[in-house]
Structure formats: structure tokens, C-alpha cells
């Protein structure tokens, strides 16, 4: 699908393929494959739009990281927090440093993650077919800090059955 968007000049559909196709194979743990998928968006080959570039961005450190490239993984993560700030885009800037925040809870550093958890504001979920929500990096923190319970913030999206619940309260579920 990829291949065909980019022959035929399709910049946003080249982009959600790679996406989608990086996003599926870091989820199956075929890690490589994940790099290779969104590596070209992430080099700015074909990146239309913040969110399709954003995320995978996420998905290639994510992917990095699990193959044990820890400072290459950082390095992309730095690298859209420079590209978010340099866009004005302070939103996207918020959400990049919670994931450096995810990223460094996945690599041992507790500390620094509970540093970001003291300026964390929690928001809606919004899009979900994403690779990552600053809501869950709150949430795994707080788990990591010994928190525990449902009163912890986030909880919820930790638990399947309340996103379940969650979206069909919001959704038009009449044809499920």
C-alpha cells in the first residue's frame, strides 16, 4: 500500500500505510520492520501532516529502544521536540517530552519520569489509533512510584475494559 501511495504522488496515504504498517509491527515485536516502516517518514521522505509524523517518530524510538538503542532512540525524541518547537507547535512540544518521559521510565529512569509527572496535565484521549498517550505514561509512573488503585489518574486507560466502555459512551455504536 505504501509503495503504491508513493508511486502515485499520495504523500498522506504513503504516510498513514508506513504509519500503520511500523505502529502493527512493533505491536507483533518484529522490531526492525517497525524501523524500516517509519524510519522514511521520520527522515521526512513523505510526512504530510504533525500527527502521522508524531507518531512515528514514537513508533521508531519505540522500536529502537526495544532493540536496545537506547541514545538512538532519545536522539529521535529530541529531535521532534526541536521540530515541535521550532513549528510554534506548543501542544505537540508537551506530548513530545512526555514520551522522552515514557522513553526514560522504559530505560530505568524513574526520577526523571516523576519530574515530568509534577507538570502533567491530564486531557481527554482523543485519537486513539496512535502509538502513544501522554494519559498512559502518567499512569505508569504513578504505577512505578508504588501508587496504586483506581483512584490513580489514567488508571482507566490501562485497563481494556474501561476504554471499552469509554468509547462506546462517546461513539455512535449502532452498528456494533
Known amino acids: 500500500m505504501s509503495d503504491l501511495a508513493q508511486r502515485e504522488d499520495l504523500a498522506e496515504s504513503a504516510a498513514a500505510a508506513a504509519f500503520f504498517e511500523g505502529m502493527a509491527r512493533w505491536a507483533m515485536g518484529d522490531l526492525q520492520e517497525a524501523v524500516d516502516a517509519v524510519r522514511p517518514i521520520v527522515a521526512g521522505a513523505y510526512a504530510p501532516n504533525a500527527f502521522f509524523y ?7 524510538a519505540l522500536a529502537l529502544d526495544a532493540l536496545g538503542r537506547g541514545e538512538e ?22 506530548e513530545a517530552e512526555a514520551f ?14 516523576k519530574q515530568w509527572l509534577g507538570g502533567h496535565v491530564p486531557r481527554s ?6 502509538v502513544y498517550h501522554p494519559d498512559l505514561t502518567a499512569a505508569r509512573v504513578r504505577l512505578a512510584l508504588g501508587e496504586s488503585g483506581r483512584h490513580i489518574e489514567g488508571a ?14 462517546i461513539h455512535n455504536t449502532r452498528l456494533l
Open 54 to 60: 508524531a507518531h512515528a517518530t514514537f513508533t521508531l
Open 125 to 130: 484521549v482523543g485519537v486513539t489509533y496512535g
Open 100 to 113: 522522552i518521559a515514557e522513553l526514560r521510565l522504559r530505560q530505568g529512569g524513574l526520577q526523571e519520569a
Open 156 to 169: 482507566n486507560l490501562l485497563d481494556p475494559a474501561s476504554l471499552v466502555d469509554r468509547f462506546r459512551r
Open 73 to 94: 532512540a532519545e536522539a529521535v525524541a529530541s529531535d521532534l521536540v526541536v521540530r515541535r518547537l521550532t513549528a510554534g507547535n506548543a501542544v505537540g512540544v508537551r
